[in-house]
């Protein structure tokens, strides 16, 4: 049973565009998401992350916007960058059961064309 | 962020002999760190928490005598794929917790990764 779901496997954007990567759970106990980047044979790099209690945050040029009642989250890019190409995984974790597990998505592949 | 060292970043082994991997938090003290593995094409799939001082706590369907995990002190957590066998290569990640149990803050760090390959 899949409770982090990125719906798309890839997405492919034009650079200095908005790359926006999607993201759905299915437990109403999480309260705490984030966002990692990774590249090939390497492991995951923390982007930027949410508490439940916020429905935006923001750091550069990444926004996590968090919708509750929908129970979905989003990573925005803007300006998307070459660079930022590489897999993205959403990942969401529930603070009541004390066990600092993250469950993870899928991830999405995003490409950004120069 | 935090830094997380793991070591090495790629090992080649005959079919039989044991592996071990290394998990270092360098700039803060982790009281647990996760191991995970991972597929091609696949999403992180936690194998199990490692507590310092501790055992560990492993996901239903990983076998603990196979992998063997030790957590001897607040920045060292290893990993020790025993008898390893061709279907145990695989991309194995550790992470550790940079955050207080009790908050909802929960940021793991990652290493780069261990690329098993056993012939």
């Known amino acids: 049973d899949q409770q982090v779901k990125q719906n798309s496997p890839s997405l492919s954007v034009q650079e200095g565009r908005i790359s926006i990567l999607n993201c759905d759970y299915t437990n109403s106990m999480f309260d705490y998401f984030l966002w990692y980047k990774k590249y090939p044979a390497e492991g995951p790099t923390f982007l930027i992350s949410?508490?439940?209690?916020?429905d935006k945050n923001e750091d550069g040029r990444f926004t996590v916007f968090l919708n509750k009642s929908a129970k979905h989250l989003s990573l925005h890019i803007v300006p998307s960058q070459p660079g930022d190409s590489a897999v993205y995984f959403c990942a969401a974790s529930e603070g009541s059961s004390n066990t600092g597990k993250l469950i993870f998505g899928q991830g999405t592949t995003l490409q950004v064309k120069p | 962020g935090a830094v997380v060292s793991q070591h090495p970043s790629w090992v080649i082994c005959k079919s039989g002999t044991s592996v071990k991997i290394e998990c270092r938090s360098l700039d803060f003290q982790a009281t647990t760190m996760f191991w995970y593995r991972q597929f091609p094409k696949q999403s992180l799939m936690l194998m199990a928490t490692?507590?310092?001082?501790?055992?560990?706590?492993?996901e239903q369907g990983v076998e603990k005598d196979k992998f063997l995990i030790n957590h001897a002190s607040l920045t060292l957590s290893t990993l020790t794929v025993t008898s390893a066998h061709p279907e145990d290569s695989s991309f194995y990640i550790c992470s550790a917790r940079d955050s207080p149990f009790g908050t909802v803050k929960n940021i793991q760090y990652f290493g780069a990764g261990t690329r098993l390959s056993v012939l």
């Open positions: 490692s507590n310092e001082g501790s055992k560990a706590t492993y």
């Open positions: 949410i508490s439940s209690i916020k």
